[in-house]
Nanobody, 121 residues
Framework: QVQLVESGGGSVQAGASLRLSCTSA????????IGWFRQISGQKREYVAT????????FYTYSVKGRFTISRDKRQNMVFLQMNDLKPEDTAVYYC??????????????WGQGTQVTVSP
């Protein structure tokens, strides 16, 4: 288990950009693949993107391809989700998670507390 902390959420208009950050004060994030998920209230948590331990592999859900970029900064022990051209349907609470390099919820063993992203038309 690793304690994860997300930051960078906010309220923006459609077409704007936000960068979410995920870090841990206790463990090196390079020990894990890191994924981003999002959840709208009352709905199932949805997979967004994953980055491998080395940072050499990434994977995205179709709806964010070409708009979102996941990356690592090993020196800062952080993982980022750069979100460009945001759409109202991107509105959700975004969570980072540590685990395996998959899109499966159950393969992630540690989760952050979430950060709210709200995109207005």
């Amino acid at each position: 288990q690793v304690q994860l902390v997300e930051s960078g959420g906010g309220s923006v208009q459609a077409g704007a950009s936000l960068r979410l950050s995920c870090t841990s004060a206790e463990q090196r994030l390079t020990s894990y693949a890191i994924g981003w998920f999002r959840q709208i209230s009352g709905q199932k948590r949805e997979y967004v993107a994953t980055i491998s331990r080395s940072g050499g592999q990434t994977f995205y859900t179709y709806s964010v391809k070409g708009r979102f970029t996941i990356s690592r900064d090993k020196r800062q022990n952080m993982v980022f989700l750069q979100m460009n051209d945001l759409k109202p349907e991107d509105t959700a609470v975004y969570y980072c998670a540590a685990g395996e390099f998959t899109s499966e919820f159950d393969d992630y063993t540690s989760w952050g507390q979430g950060t709210q992203v709200t995109v207005s038309p």
